[in-house]
T-cell receptor, first 113, second 113 residues
């Protein structure tokens, strides 16, 4: 059974700091991994999707890496800004290329001005 | 380019009433997923539908919950005889034919009084 864990559960940093969010999953036979952002009371915004054949994906100040063999992914945020404050969620398919996503509980990030 | 649309955004029902949640996928998307987010918990998969077909309902409670995605119109998640434990945020996501990437709507926040 696929399980996703995100560490830390909460993180508070000063503006401008570079930071890393961690995600681990138990079943490494996945086709992809997706990172989302959720603002309070809002829906999810897809940030990055990494295919299993890729090791990393970049979008602006965000860089996500994937190590399937160890069951881990990291989301790196460079030069953090107060607008980055949100909960970041990691999700993987339940198995292989399944369309059902299993989510971690998220990392709540606060960037202080 | 409209994203995934959900309505209503907020819904209040008394115990025993019915709740109907609607989801219109992104233009060109034919796959719809429903997820539920209980307070202080992660998102949990409920059901995956394509037009006129339920593909996977393994996450749906056995009783009172049903979902449909008709040939015309939005997908509907229906909860009969709601109870307090049904209070949650219900999110709909959609994806295209050739991509696993899921795009989420803003959610419907159901409160059962």
């Amino acid at each position: 059974k696929q399980e996703v864990t995100q560490i830390p559960a909460a993180l508070s940093v000063p503006e401008g700091e570079n930071l890393v969010l961690n995600c681990s999953f138990t079943d490494s036979a996945i086709y992809n991994l997706q990172w989302f952002r959720q603002d309070p009371g809002k829906g999810l915004t897809s940030l990055l999707l990494i295919q299993s054949s890729q090791r990393e994906q970049t979008s602006g100040r965000l860089n996500a890496s994937l190590d399937k063999s160890s069951g881990r992914s990291t989301l790196y945020i460079a030069a953090s800004q107060p607008g980055d404050s949100a909960t970041y969620l990691c999700a993987v398919p339940t198995q292989g290329g399944s369309e059902k996503l299993v989510f971690g509980k998220g990392t709540k990030l606060t960037v202080n001005p | 380019n409209a994203g995934v649309m959900q309505n209503p955004r907020h819904l209040v029902r008394r115990r025993g009433q019915e709740a109907r949640l609607r989801c219109s996928p992104m233009k060109g998307h034919s796959h719809v997923y429903w997820y539920r987010q209980l307070p202080e918990e992660g998102l949990k998969f409920m059901v995956y539908l394509q037009k006129e077909n339920i593909i996977d309902e393994s996450g749906m409670p056995k009783e009172r919950f049903s979902a449909e995605f008709p040939k015309e119109g939005p997908s509907i998640l229906r909860i009969q005889q709601v109870v307090r434990g049904d209070s949650a945020a219900y999110f709909c996501a959609s994806s295209g034919q050739d991509s696993y990437e899921q795009y989420f709507g803003p959610g419907t926040r159901l409160t059962v009084t």
